[in-house]
C-alpha cells in the first residue's frame, strides 16, 4: 500500500472513529436531557422535603394553637411502595431555663431566663416507616402522629380510632385499616415543634433489625402540608398549604440504590440538583394591601445536605439580593445552620429594628419586591451548600390574623453536589 | 489540512449544537416554580368582598415586554357559552417586580406617595375588573412590536384575598418556557416552540362535608366542622384570536385511604370552577359518606384527573367550624406526563 493510500486510510478511520464519537456524545446527551430530573413542588419525586411543621398545641408561640396537617399519596397505583422519613427538630431552645412550653422552646431571648439565649443548636432526628398501597392518601395531624389502627365512620367519619370507644359522637365504631394500614407515626409534642419532615423512597422496611430501607429508583411520592391556627376563643380558624419540594431520583428503573448515601446533583448524581437560587416575590413587611390589611412574610430555609441521625450542623452564608418596583437593588447575607425561621425583616435586623430593614415597606416605598437568595459555595464539595425554602404570608386586618403559604422559585443549576446520608 | 480541520469543526459544531439543544430541553421544563414565558393564574376573582392581588415579576436583567389577557368565565351553563378576554400590555424594567388588586388595576401615575399602592415604575395601563368576575389571567412575553419573544423571565403569584374576613389563599402562576421555534402568533405549547403542558393532574383533597381534625380538636365544632373544596381549570389550548372555546372531558379516578377506587367524568370548559362533591356538582364521588350520596369514608383522599386536552389547575379548600368561621388555603396541582397545545395570539 503507498504512503498516500495508508494516509488516507488513517484519515479516513480517524474521521469514522470522531464521527463515532459525536454520535455517542450527542445521543447521551440527547438521552440525559430527555430523563432530566429536577427539584419540583409538583411533580412526583422520590424524595420530599416539607420545609415547615409547626406544632404548638398552647399558643406559646403567638397566643393561638397551631398544628400541621401533612398528606402523602403514592401516586403508583400498581404498586405498593414505601417512605422512610424523618422530622428534624429546628425548635429554637434556650440555653439555659425559661422558654414558652416548659420544655424550653422560645422565639427570642426575651422569651428565656435572663441571660439566656434562644437559638437553633442542633436538629435532632426521629424517624419512622410509611408503607402505602397502591395509590393510596394518607394524612395525619403532626401533633397527633398516627398512634391508631383505624378510622371512625357514622358522624365521626375519617377521625382517627383503635376501638369504638375512640369515636366521638353516639352509635359511631371504629373500622380497622387492616392491610391498608400505613404504619405508625410518632406524635411531636406535648411542647412546641417547629421542623422539617424529610421522606425517602425505599426498598423494604419489612427487617427492621437489618436496618432502614436504602433509597430506590422510583418518583411516586406527592405531598402537602396544611399548617392551622384554630381557636375558638376570637373566631379563627386560618390555614395555609404548600407542597412539598420533591428531589426526583434521576433514574425511574425501580432498582434500589448502593447505600444510604444520596447524592444530589445534575451531574451524574442519584437525585436532581439542589438549585442555585431561590427566587421569592414577595410583599415588603409591613406594606399596606387596602382594605386596612398589612403584611409581613416569613421564610422557612432547609439545607439540601444534612448527615440525619448524626445530628452534624453545616453552616453555609446566604448572599440575598432584593429588589423594589423602581428597580432599585440592595444586597444583605445571612447564615443557614440546620433550619432557619425567620421574618423576612429580621434576615438583615435583629428584632426591634424591623421598620429599618431592606425588607421592609419604609425603606423600599413600594408594596413588592423580588429577593434572590444564593448560596456561597464552600467549594470542596462538604457541604454542598444547597437550599430550599417555602415563604408564608401573614396579613393583619385590625384583630384579625390569617396567613398563606407559598412555594418559591428555583433557577440554575449548582454544579456542586449536595449529599444526605442516613 | 484545511478539509481536516473543517471536519473537525463541523464535528464539534454538532456536538455543540444538540448539547445546547439538549440543555435547553432540560431546563425548560413547565411548571409552577421556575420562570417562564408563558404564565397562566387559571383563578383570579373578584366579588363583593373577595378580590385578586396578582404580582408578576420580570426575574432577567434586561427590559421585558408583556401581553396579558383576561379570560372571563362563561356568563351561563350553556354548552356554547364563551369566554370574554381583555388585553393589557405590560414593560418591566430589569428584575422589576410589579402588583396590582383585579379590583382596581393599575393607573399610569409616575407622581404616587412613597409606600402607596402604586408606588415604584408603572408597568403600563391595567384595566380594573368589574364585581362578579370570575376567570383567568394569562400573559405572555412579547417583544416592543408584540411579536411572541420568549426570555425565560416572567413569574407570578396570585394572592386571594377576603375583604370581609380578612382571610387570604395563594397560589403560583403556572409558567411555559419558550424552547424555540418560530416567534409567530401561533404559540405551540409542543416542546419545540414552548414547553408542553401536563398530561395528567393529581389533587390530594378531603371529600365534600368531610369533618376537619384540627377544627375538631381545637375549635368550635362537636362535629359539625366542614371541609370543601374548589377546583378551577383553565385548558391550555387558549384561541385570543378567534375567542374559539375549548371544550372536553375530564376523566378521573379517586382514591380514599382504604384504596377504594371511584371513578368518573365531568366537562369543561373555557373557564371551569367546580366545587368537588357538592350537590350542584354531581360529583358524589368527592363527598364525604357524612353526606347523603357520599362515598368517600375518609378525610385524605386523592384524585388523578386526566383531561381530553390539556389543563392547568388550583385548588382551594375551605374549612369551616360550627359557627361558620371559615379559613380558606389555595395550593397548585401536582402534574405528570405531558401533552401538546396551542396558545393564538390575536
Not at chain 2, 96 to 125: E, H, I, K, M
Not at chain 2, 310 to 325: I, K, R
Request: charged share 15%.
Amino acid at each position: 500500500m503507498r504512503k498516500e493510500d495508508r494516509d488516507m486510510d488513517g484519515q479516513r478511520k480517524s474521521r469514522l472513529v470522531f464521527s463515532l464519537g459525536c454520535l455517542v456524545t450527542a445521543l447521551a446527551l440527547m438521552s440525559s436531557a430527555s430523563v432530566a430530573q429536577k427539584v419540583t413542588s409538583e411533580e412526583p419525586a422520590g424524595y420530599l422535603v416539607f420545609p415547615k411543621i409547626v406544632v404548638d398545641p398552647s399558643g406559646g408561640l403567638n397566643g393561638t394553637p397551631r398544628d400541621t396537617v401533612i398528606r402523602i399519596t403514592n401516586t403508583d397505583g400498581n404498586n405498593p411502595r414505601i417512605a422512610h422519613c424523618f422530622y428534624v427538630d429546628g425548635t429554637p431552645r434556650c440555653s439555659i431555663g425559661g422558654g414558652l412550653d416548659g420544655f424550653g422552646a422560645c422565639r427570642t431571648n426575651e422569651d428565656c431566663a435572663p441571660g439566656g439565649i434562644c437559638a437553633v443548636r442542633e436538629c435532632a432526628v426521629i424517624n419512622f416507616d410509611l408503607t402505602l398501597t397502591p395509590g393510596q392518601p394518607v394524612g395525619w395531624r403532626a401533633s397527633e402522629g398516627v398512634t391508631t389502627t383505624g378510622l371512625c365512620d357514622g358522624t365521626a367519619a375519617g377521625l382517627p380510632c383503635s376501638s369504638d370507644s375512640d369515636c366521638p359522637g353516639s352509635g359511631n365504631s371504629c373500622v380497622q385499616l387492616g392491610a391498608d394500614d400505613f404504619g405508625r407515626v410518632p406524635p411531636l409534642g406535648p411542647g412546641i415543634f417547629i421542623g422539617e419532615l424529610k421522606c425517602v423512597q425505599v426498598d423494604r422496611t419489612t427487617n427492621i433489625t437489618a436496618g432502614p430501607g436504602t433509597p430506590v429508583n422510583r418518583n411516586d411520592l406527592i405531598g402537602n402540608a396544611s399548617i392551622y391556627a384554630v381557636t375558638p376563643a376570637d373566631s379563627t380558624v386560618d390555614v395555609q398549604s404548600y407542597n412539598a419540594i420533591g428531589v426526583q431520583a434521576a433514574s425511574e428503573d425501580g432498582t434500589t440504590q448502593g447505600d444510604t448515601s444520596m447524592n444530589l446533583s445534575d451531574s451524574g448524581g442519584e437525585y436532581a440538583g439542589c438549585p442555585a437560587q431561590v427566587v421569592v416575590n414577595h410583599f415588603f413587611d409591613a406594606a399596606d394591601l387596602g382594605g386596612g390589611r398589612t403584611v409581613q412574610s416569613d421564610i422557612t430555609l432547609v439545607p439540601c445536605s444534612e448527615q440525619l441521625e448524626l445530628n452534624t450542623v453545616f453552616s453555609s452564608v446566604l448572599q440575598i439580593l432584593v429588589f423594589n418596583e423602581f428597580e432599585q437593588r440592595f444586597s444583605t447575607s445571612t447564615t443557614l445552620g440546620c433550619y432557619r425561621e425567620s421574618r423576612l425583616s429580621n434576615l438583615d435586623r435583629r428584632p426591634g429594628q424591623e421598620s429599618t430593614s431592606i425588607f421592609n415597606v419604609n425603606v423600599q416605598g413600594t408594596l413588592a419586591g423580588q429577593t434572590v437568595i444564593r448560596p456561597v459555595l464552600s467549594g470542596d464539595g462538604d457541604p454542598g451548600n444547597g437550599i430550599l425554602a417555602v415563604v408564608e404570608e401573614f396579613h393583619r386586618t385590625g384583630n384579625q390574623r390569617r396567613s398563606a403559604a407559598f412555594n418559591v422559585h428555583w433557577r440554575g443549576s449548582k454544579n456542586q453536589a449536595d449529599t444526605v446520608s442516613y | 489540512m484545511r478539509r481536516k480541520r473543517s471536519g473537525w469543526l463541523a464535528g464539534v459544531g454538532f456536538v455543540a449544537a444538540l448539547a445546547l439543544a439538549a440543555a435547553s430541553e432540560g431546563q425548560t421544563r413547565s411548571g409552577s416554580d421556575r420562570p417562564g414565558s408563558i404564565l397562566m393564574f387559571p383563578k383570579v376573582v373578584r366579588s363583593a368582598s373577595r378580590d385578586t392581588i396578582v404580582q408578576i415579576t420580570n426575574t432577567g436583567n434586561s427590559v421585558n415586554y408583556v401581553h396579558c389577557f383576561y379570560l372571563e368565565g362563561p356568563q351561563s351553563q350553556a354548552a356554547n357559552a364563551a369566554c370574554q378576554a381583555v388585553d393589557f400590555e405590560l414593560v418591566l424594567t430589569r428584575q422589576q417586580p410589579t402588583q396590582w388588586r383585579a379590583s382596581q388595576g393599575r393607573r399610569v401615575s409616575p407622581g404616587d406617595a412613597f409606600g402607596s399602592p402604586q408606588a415604584g415604575y408603572d408597568p403600563g395601563l391595567i384595566p380594573p375588573l368589574p364585581q362578579g368576575f370570575e376567570g383567568a389571567l394569562v400573559c405572555v412575553e412579547v417583544n416592543s412590536n408584540g411579536e411572541p419573544f420568549g426570555q425565560n423571565r416572567l413569574k407570578g403569584e396570585a394572592t386571594i384575598v377576603d375583604d370581609g374576613t380578612g382571610d387570604v389563599s395563594k397560589y403560583n402562576a403556572f409558567a411555559l418556557a419558550k424552547s424555540g421555534g418560530d416567534t409567530d402568533n401561533n404559540l405551540n405549547l409542543d416542546g419545540s416552540d414552548y414547553e408542553t403542558c401536563p398530561a395528567t393532574l393529581h389533587l390530594n383533597f378531603s371529600p365534600w362535608g368531610s369533618l376537619d381534625p384540627v377544627i375538631e380538636d381545637f375549635g368550635n365544632a362537636n362535629l359539625n366542622s366542614f371541609i370543601s373544596t374548589n377546583l378551577v381549570l383553565l385548558p391550555c389550548d387558549l384561541d385570543f384570536r378567534n375567542g374559539t372555546r375549548t371544550n372536553g372531558t375530564v376523566s378521573f379516578l379517586v382514591r380514599d385511604e382504604f384504596e377504594s377506587p371511584f371513578s368518573g367524568s365531568f366537562p369543561f370548559r373555557c373557564w371551569t370552577s367546580i366545587d368537588l362533591g357538592s350537590p350542584s356538582s354531581g360529583l358524589s364521588q368527592f363527598r364525604s359518606t357524612l353526606l347523603t350520596g357520599g362515598a368517600i369514608g375518609t378525610i385524605f383522599a386523592q384524585a388523578q384527573l386526566t383531561p381530553t386536552r390539556p389543563l392547568v389547575g388550583v385548588a382551594e379548600s375551605f374549612h369551616t367550624d360550627q359557627a361558620g368561621v371559615t379559613g380558606a388555603a389555595a395550593t397548585n396541582l401536582h402534574t405528570s406526563g405531558s401533552a401538546n397545545a396551542t396558545v393564538r395570539l390575536p
